[in-house]
């Protein structure tokens, strides 16, 4: 007989907090590593597959899978178009130009002028 696990679903956590205003302002605010996180993990929910699923069909780990839906794994475009690519979805990477524009750095002393 299997045991049924106990406790609540991300996705479900995650649909409670967007209901709250802030949660959109601390997403905007997050790391590319943690929007990119969320994202594998609903797209994978979505899907209905298993961090070990994915992981087989990428030709990784569970466990890297794991890391990377916690915002915890380095990623490389590469390794995204193929989760991308299992999940049935667009890869889309833009540069864009923010509203306010870094400010330059100082040249160190010595370096030549452009």
Same mark, same amino acid.
């Given at each position: 007989?299997?045991?049924?696990?106990?406790?609540?679903?991300?996705?479900?956590?995650?649909?409670?907090?967007?209901?709250?205003?802030?949660?959109?302002?601390?997403? %905007?605010?997050? %790391?590319?590593?943690?929007?990119?996180?969320?994202?594998?993990?609903?797209?994978?929910?979505?899907?209905?597959?298993?961090?070990?699923?994915?992981?087989?069909?990428?030709?990784?780990?569970?466990?890297?899978?794991?890391?990377?839906?916690?915002?915890?794994?380095?990623?490389?475009?590469?390794?995204?178009?193929?989760?991308?690519?299992?999940?049935?979805?667009?890869?889309?990477?833009?540069?864009?130009?923010?509203?306010?524009?870094?400010?330059?750095?100082?040249?160190?002393?010595?370096?030549?002028?452009?």
């Amino acid at each position: 007989m299997k045991k049924k696990r106990a406790g609540i679903r991300l996705e479900d956590v995650i649909a409670e907090w967007e209901k709250d205003p802030r949660w959109k302002e601390a997403y %905007d605010l997050a %790391d590319i590593e943690v929007r990119l996180a969320l994202q594998i993990n609903r797209a994978r929910t979505k899907a209905c597959l298993t961090q070990g699923q994915l992981a087989k069909a990428v030709g990784t780990t569970q466990s890297v899978i794991s890391r990377i839906e916690a915002g915890n794994q380095n990623l490389t475009v590469r390794t995204l178009s193929k989760i991308a690519a299992v999940l049935h979805t667009a890869l889309i990477i833009q540069l864009r130009h923010t509203q306010t524009p870094p400010r330059p750095k100082q040249k160190p002393p010595g370096y030549p002028a452009a």
